[in-house]
């Protein structure tokens, strides 16, 4: 029996209208339409587009979350098996339309996939969390695209598990996966350093990571009337661990109010981090967060303010992702209540 | 320096009145092993369990994993420091029960123990899943401080290994191993159109409880040196490691450690294996800068065109890492880096803390903060409330029905640098 | 505030604070309590310069 498809495509492919209706709410069809005539050919029988869902390119954007519920009720519905969106070629809305759909039905644990041009904005939002192959600038390139979509589709549905990114076509998602070689890491070391030595071709196993850049903020120009705030990474939390914040590979980050504390002392304070010897932080949490010394800077008017809340995360194999959005959080947080500058501790 | 290794193989542990093997069974006497680690005041309990591969049985927190070896003849004794006197290890004729393990466990120092699971979706991701286990469960003193705790949980774990093996000195091994390290003037004037290949073993030493010892010497402590690898088989180098149980070394995976054996694979065929350096991953940036410096400067005096660099750990060992790389790359020596990857539960996040443009050639032991759901066990020896707090496993990771939802960082060996298993990861 | 400075430059921070050691980057328990708060406040105060001071590139205090 052949498997069900859901297809998602735009007001234009799915021949309501161009910009004028790019604001359409949704609908579903039963059955191909459009684009999808030429997927069911290039399926070959062994999979059928079950039902189609068409979406005004706006509409979807203002209402992500809406379009995804659509998606994945509309897979329960039809008791579909994977989801195809576009090609979107380069209509960046279109683009972001489709890494919505593909993206939100492979978070439900359905094979999916789009395809767009290499410059579509919805290539860098999306990617991480679909499968996305290349297709030309325009729609003249949907006899290209559809067959190697569908080619991918059936793969996915056969429940092969994807090969990488250069081997299989689609861009890639900078995604790691855990898989089992053949032989030992130790082996294919070796055997990596022989053809490094002889200047042969080999692939690396993991390409060093390339990190963001900050454009630095101006100096504090008058430190004496200024708010400064404490954010750490090194883990001190008040005693017994409140928002338990995990030793290692942190999901979460505390705020702890420290009031009039002129010192952070043992009985009170703790850290939570898995990563390195504690006792020397457990002894005199200052030590990883220095709240005593500058309560006296504030005392001596060097400063105007110790802010007086700090923010605690554990830095030990934390992912950058959560990191970012953590910083992200925290920063809005503090500019909010008028906090000039922050002292960021790390252990 | 000229190693043997006699070794016997070992598939079935078993309870009995004398410890012997015969026929690929060892027998163990409860009574004589539990008076003899008893001696060491501060631990106030042992308790003995086996475990096999296929039982429906999860082993938690386990500290460390230790081969049972001891030397049939040679100068000194296995364990260096610890077990015998701090003499010279390397020669000689090792006797080892392969196929088998002593773990460490009981509450002893959490948050970061491991996990092995003996049979299920866990147990591909372990080695010990794969030796016959005799567990010892540990009670230290009540009165007794953490870092003493793990002192003598330590020292139960390497006296226990030497034990069984030394009393089984009389029996026939199954296979004999031999492995030579030439003296440096044979060994730079051998196999001369073969290129010289260095390793560089780095060593986790950020701390108390994150500490590995060289012949009884805190790690943290020594400057690079070259060793023989014959002395690591012989177990001059231990682990007191109390880090995330998926990339630290335990003593096993340094009395067998795989890009050793590698190394001697292709030796005189493909390669000059010259030699052996172990550095460490200190908790100052001198410290860091003095040993990278140090531990490839030995590597240029050994004349050494290419090397494997093994890391121990993740996060700050990044940049240990990143430098001895740099380093080396610099003075021309070609590397690969052994290394595994956090690269978040999803994947999608950069897997190292530190990065250079010289680290061309990485081989990955995967992604630790992949997650695993552990089915429930039929039996659960140590302790399994502790998931809660074991790194990787997170709070709330003990679901209702008895299963683990847990990171694999939390299983132990799981993504070990050293390569010691398969698995890997790849970029979709 | 960090004591591994290649890292800090490695993930992009734009004003680092060298400081004492991973598990105390802040303080240093082989100093008496007296020394080891002396020590604390020098390494504030050079991020207090360092909040001051205008900087175009990563900068290492």
Avoid at chain 2, 300 to 325: Q, R, T, Y
């Amino acid at each position: 029996m052949a498997y069900k498809v859901i297809h998602y495509i735009n007001q234009f492919f799915g021949g309501i209208g161009g910009e004028e209706m790019a604001d359409r709410r949704p609908e579903v069809r039963g059955g191909a339409v459009g684009p999808g005539l030429a997927f069911n050919k290039a399926l070959g029988g062994q999979a059928e587009i079950a039902a189609t869902i068409i979406c005004g390119d706006n509409y979807c954007v203002g209402h992500q979350e809406e379009v995804a519920r659509l998606i994945t009720d509309t897979v329960a519905q039809y008791q579909a098996e994977a989801l195809v969106a576009g090609p979107a070629f380069n209509a960046g809305r279109y683009g972001m339309a489709c890494g919505l759909a593909a993206s939100s039905a492979e978070a439900a644990g359905l094979p999916s996939l789009t395809a767009m041009y290499r410059e579509n904005p919805g290539l860098e939002v999306y990617k991480a969390g679909a499968y996305i192959l290349p297709t030309t600038d325009n729609a003249r390139g949907m006899g290209q695209a559809v067959p190697a979509m569908a080619a991918f589709l059936l793969k996915l549905l056969s429940g092969q598990k994807p090969g990488d990114a250069g081997t299989e076509g689609y861009f890639e998602r900078g995604v790691r996966v855990n898989t089992f070689y053949p032989e030992v890491g130790a082996e294919r070391a070796v055997t990596m350093l022989l053809k490094k030595i002889k200047g042969q071709d080999f692939k690396t196993e993991y390409r060093m990571p390339v990190f963001d850049r900050v454009t630095p903020r101006p100096g504090v120009r008058n430190l004496a009337q200024a708010t400064i705030a404490l954010v750490t990474s090194g883990g001190i939390v008040p005693k017994g661990n409140p928002d338990h914040i995990a030793a290692s590979s942190a999901r979460n980050y505390g705020a702890y109010e420290i009031g009039d504390l002129m010192d952070l002392t043992s009985d009170q304070f703790q850290t939570a981090h898995g990563g390195y010897d504690q006792t020397y932080a457990n002894q005199d949490p200052d030590r990883v967060l220095p709240v005593d010394v500058l309560r006296q800077m504030e005392k001596e008017g060097k400063i105007g303010r110790l802010y007086h809340t700090y923010y605690s995360t554990v830095g030990n194999g934390t992912a950058v992702a959560n990191a970012r959005k953590w910083g992200e959080e925290i920063g809005a947080r503090l500019k909010n209540e008028g906090v000039e500058a922050v002292i960021l501790t790390s252990t | 320096m000229k190693l043997e290794l006699h070794k016997i193989s070992v598939r079935e542990l078993r309870f009995g009145e004398t410890t012997k093997v015969a026929g690929g069974v060892l027998s163990i006497n409860r009574d004589e092993l539990k008076a003899l680690l008893l001696e060491d005041s501060a631990l106030s309990g042992v308790e003995f369990e086996l475990a096999h591969p296929g039982d429906k049985t999860r082993i938690m927190p386990v500290k460390d994993a230790i081969e049972p070896r001891c030397k049939l003849d040679g100068p000194g004794e296995v364990f260096p420091g610890f077990v015998g006197p701090v003499e010279t290890v390397g020669e000689g004729r090792t006797l080892v029960l392969s196929g088998l393990a002593v773990l460490t466990t009981g509450r002893l120092v959490a948050p970061q123990e491991g996990i092995v699971d003996m049979s299920g979706p866990g147990a591909d991701y372990t080695p010990f899943s794969r030796t016959g286990n005799l567990v010892l469960v540990l009670t230290p003193r009540e009165d007794v401080k953490l870092h003493e705790a793990e002192r003598c949980c330590r020292q139960a774990g390497l006296t226990a290994a030497h034990y069984l093996a030394s009393r089984c000195k009389t029996a026939r091994a199954d296979t004999v191993e031999s492995y030579e390290f030439p003296p440096l003037r044979e060994a730079m004037g051998a196999h001369p159109s073969l290129p010289k290949v260095g390793y560089v073993y780095m060593l986790q030493s950020q701390g108390l409880l994150h500490d590995t010892w060289v012949y009884g010497v805190d790690a943290k402590r020594i400057l690079p040196t070259l060793i023989s690898p014959t002395e690591i088989m012989d177990g001059a180098v231990i682990s007191g490691n109390c880090v995330s149980a998926c990339d630290k070394n335990n003593t096993y995976v340094h009395q067998n450690n795989p890009v050793i054996k590698a190394l001697y694979g292709r030796h005189g065929k493909d390669l000059n294996f010259v030699g052996v350096i172990i550095t460490n991953e200190n908790v100052t940036l001198a410290d860091k800068q003095r040993s990278s410096s140090y531990a490839i400067k030995l590597l240029k005096m050994l004349g050494a065109e290419a090397a494997v660099i093994s890391e121990e750990g993740f996060g700050n060992p990044d940049a240990d890492l990143v430098l001895n790389c740099v380093k080396a790359e610099r003075a021309g020596i070609k590397t690969v880096l052994v290394t595994d990857e956090f690269a978040g539960a999803n994947g999608a996040s950069q897997s190292l803390a530190d990065s250079c443009v010289e680290g061309t050639a990485v081989v990955t032991g995967g992604n630790a903060n992949a997650t695993i759901i552990l089915p429930p066990m039929e039996k659960v020896i140590g302790d399994l409330s502790q998931a809660d707090v074991i790194a990787g496993g997170f709070f709330g990771s003990k679901r209702p029905d008895g299963s683990l939802e847990v990171e694999i960082q939390a299983i132990l060996g799981a993504t070990n640098e050293l390569g010691f298993n398969k698995l890997g990861a790849y970029t979709i | 505030m960090a004591s591994i400075v290649p890292i800090s430059q490695s993930v992009g921070a734009n004003r680092i604070i060298p400081t004492v050691a991973i598990p105390h980057p802040l303080g240093n328990p082989a100093l008496s309590p007296g020394e080891e708060l002396e020590v604390r406040r020098k390494l504030v105060d050079k991020a207090l310069t360092a909040l001051q001071t205008d900087v175009t590139e990563q900068t290492v205090f």
